[in-house]
């Protein structure tokens, strides 16, 4: 006798591995496996086939272990430790954020995550002069000007052209593509210059002398040179004519603006730009953010400690400081002396410096799957994949947030559950004598 | 019972039941107010001390997608107030915009135990809720944002009215919102292609409606789903000089009906520019004085540090053109915008001082206080912390005096502010910032301390320095426990997150499905908010008649 297998499509659920955060995939589950995935794009669709392959085993000092036990020494070092490190945290979830700060808080850790070392350049430059945005639907909806900068969303972010930013119709742009101007500037072709109408090759680190540039021809000023960023100068005020002839115009930028010399100052110019050109029309600009969800990790974070990155707990109180507390620097200077690495691969993504110091630490690392990180941790922790197998919230790029949801089973506890139970630990460990000041209130 | 609390011997405030300073006994048992407690109870003394029911906030802005980005834009703003963990509580930061903790912590010592965040874009709540639930301390609510819903302007253009409430139902039942916001009805949609609206006539674009229609149809809705709470409106025009006439015509076109005017001290502005900037705030209270129909906040201006945060795109462009300080937009698709300026009051300032003086006068010059409540709107008119500094002034006429030699001294010849000799009495105080705003909002277990009322207390030191007296309060009990103690907080406790009970309406679903796959980028699957997001929450009923 065969017995019925169980079949089921899960609707509507939303993909974790980058900022365009999908909700529309559908998962076909057999047996509690999955066997296909429709709408998504490869990147999605291997993360849900392929979410069983390279699992993590729980172990300590490399030999296995229970969860159990090995949450006891994740605890052992995180009690025992003056100046941690909670890193990682771009492939997880909200309820996880928001334990992995209060562990933080609890143990006066230094708390960063992915974003530090990606756009976190573009998170100064809003602190500093600010941003005029917009969430993807009103790009969907109005925009008939897309220009994206330094970035490769054709590669990086497969579905955003044709869910929000290109040939997608919406309410006002009712001939999707026919109705939208699409401009590439960057320093190289890539896939994403064969989706523009127009690819602008500018010289590598010009980007802030071309926004400059713009911005000087955007307030009427001409400029005497022949070109700038190798560019003719007439091709900068065609640019600018463009721009201000658009009804609704964006502007995306990538990595190839926060990584290179220049940085936030980049990025500064480039929102200024945008704000001066609203005195002609609507421009905006967005970050082409998210590997999986690091804009949520910067919301809770935001929320909590009142900052978006690079927090320090040390005195009992959030403090913000870029350099000081941020990941590449800490570990650089060599200065914290435990980490717990949590749905984020540091070792294999750093510098070798910051690696190496992470080495020479008591390390935790907390993963679905083994990476260069769980190799050399003390203990590995193997969590249940968030927006597989387990439930939550994770943001889109533009800060829109949405539901994960848990497709299929894992034998292993969640981000959250193994956070929690971390902390009833450390708590048991430890008793609470933390900061003992009052919050003060201040004299009106 | 363990539970149980009989605080002893206060003075008892308590205007829904007329009680002013009478000394009588109070009972707790199990989170509710009773009549008499049964068996042993702990014993708070309570003599000489003032007894009023925890605050309630109707109008402030503390958790939000925009109040986050607010958060994230001002690391320089959370240096002024540091908030170190303490056993049981966590840490934070202030100061005009706190982390969520600290947000709820400090409301509590100032003796709050509601607050209402006044703007939440639909798309956006399910982070508004989860912010929410992360402010321990105080129930809580929020106000979806209406007035420039897309798919609201295109019902109107077609003349279903019907469809609007049927939809509007729909947001409040999947969101679990408390009430209906408007924000520059028309305006934030003309903003999406960099424009305003001037008048309550103007059509706004593409949708051949005008903003008076929205007012009219969106009122007719939130009294057809008989919300707790009326509908809940910013006006167009916002810090306009000259504005006071459209706010006229605001209230003038909703004539009979429920009415909230939010922050009106920011639509009081008479005068052509910011020169000839003058007070209008005596034809606003004559004009609130003659109609029952409505209420307001009055958006109370502190001078010092601010942070303007509103849906309202168009009047945060033109603020980061005055000022020339950082500015953050976020248009959000199909729904609302919203702005973010930081902004600093200056007593010396003409225009500054004038908006503090045109705050007081509103206060004053309005004769029912069970229509007019405190607010800062905050951050926008300064932090809630400054609460207790503008209960001084309404309370003490020499300190007003005192601080009106301060400001600008045109104010003095422009304003009635020095002639206006009323001072509130506690009593006053109570109405207007708890059983006021509690009965506005339709929370009829809030703001008294009547049997079957939520055992939310604040006692305070009564003092001369009224300032000092509010500052701190010397217990606060939350649900029948004592959460503040001396002004500190003792005990964390999560609050609750309250919304209107309104009927599913599924029959709307084929048509939402088309319009969210056309013009929104979310599945409507992804949209509703379950209840198991809100781990403590509580429905309000509504239908019935407040
Ligand atoms: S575009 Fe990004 S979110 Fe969408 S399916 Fe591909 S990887 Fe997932
Ligand atoms: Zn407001």
Redesign the interface.
Known sequence: MTVAKEMRVV??V?CPFCGVTC??LEVHVEDGKIRDVKNACVLGKDTFLHHLEGLATPRIDGKPASIEACIEAAADILARAKYPLIYGLDSTE?HAH?KAI?LA??IGANIDHTSSVCHAPS?QA?????????????V???ADLVIFWGANPAEAHPRHAT??SVTV????TPQGRKDRTVIHIDVRRTPTSRMADTFIQIKPHSDYEVFSTLTALVNGHDLDVSEVGGVPLQEWRDLVEVMKGA??GILYWGMGLTMTRGKYLNVVALLRLC?EL?RF??F?GAPLRGHGNVVGM???L???????FAVN?S??????NPGEFSVADLLGRGEVDAALIIAADAIGNFPAKAAQHLKSIPLIAVDPKESETTKVAQVVIPAAQAAVAAEG?AYRM??????LKKVVDSPYPSDREILDRIIARVLAKRP????????????? | MASAIRIKGGRVYDPLHGLNGVVKDLCVEDGKIVQECHGAAEVIDATNLVILPGGVDIHTHI?S?AV??A?????ED?R????????????????T??????TG??YA?LGYTTVMEAATPP??T??TH??LN?IPMVDKGCYLLMGNN?FILQYLKSGDLEKIKRYVAWLLHSLKGFGLKLVNPGGVEQW???KDVEGLDEKVN?FDVTPRQILQALTWVNEELGLPHSIHIHANRLGVPGNYQVTLETMRALEGKRVHMAHVQFHSYGGEDYVSFTSKAKEMADYINGHPNVTVDVGQV?FGDATTITADGPWQ?RL?KLTKN?????????ETGSG??PYTYREKNYVNALQWAIGLETFLLIKDPWRVFLSTDHPNGGPF??Y??IIKLLMDAEFRSQMLKRVHKRVLSHTMLPHLSREYSLYEIAIITRAGPARALGLRNKGHLGPGADADIAIYVDAKDK?EMF??AAYVLKDGKIVVRD???VESCPGRTIFAEVPGDDDLLTELRDKFE??????I??FPIPLEDLPFHQAVPTGRPV
């Not at chain 1, 935001?302 to 978006?308: E, K, R």
């Not at chain 1, 005195?315 to 913000?320: A, H």
């Not at chain 2, 950082?326 to 199909?334: A, G, H, M, R």
């Open positions: 609707k509507d939303t909700d529309d909200l928001r209060e808080d609890l998170l809003v602190q500093t002069v600010g941003i005029p945005s917009c969430t993807v639907g009103e969907k909806n109005r869910r929000y119709k919406g309410m006002f009804k609704f704000q609203n029309t609507k905006l910067a919301q809770v935001t929320w909590q400690t009142g900052f978006p707990m005195r009992g109180y959030p403090r913000f919230v533009d800060h829109i947030p949405l539901p609470d004598d933390g900061a003992k000041r009052a919050a003060p209130l201040p004299r009106g | 958790a997608p986050n980005a958060r994230g834009l001002r690391p959370h002024l107030l540091c908030c170190p963990r303490k056993p049981g509580l966590r840490s934070g930061v202030g100061f915009v706190p982390s969520t903790f600290t912590y400090l010592q798309i956006g399910r982070h989860e912010e992360d897309e999406k292609y960099g593409h502190v462009y980061h950082k500015w953050y937009n976020l248009d959000v698709e199909v973010i300026v912390l400054y207790p500094w300032e500052e701190r002004g500190e907080v056309k013009y929104y980028t979310v599945e699957g992804n």
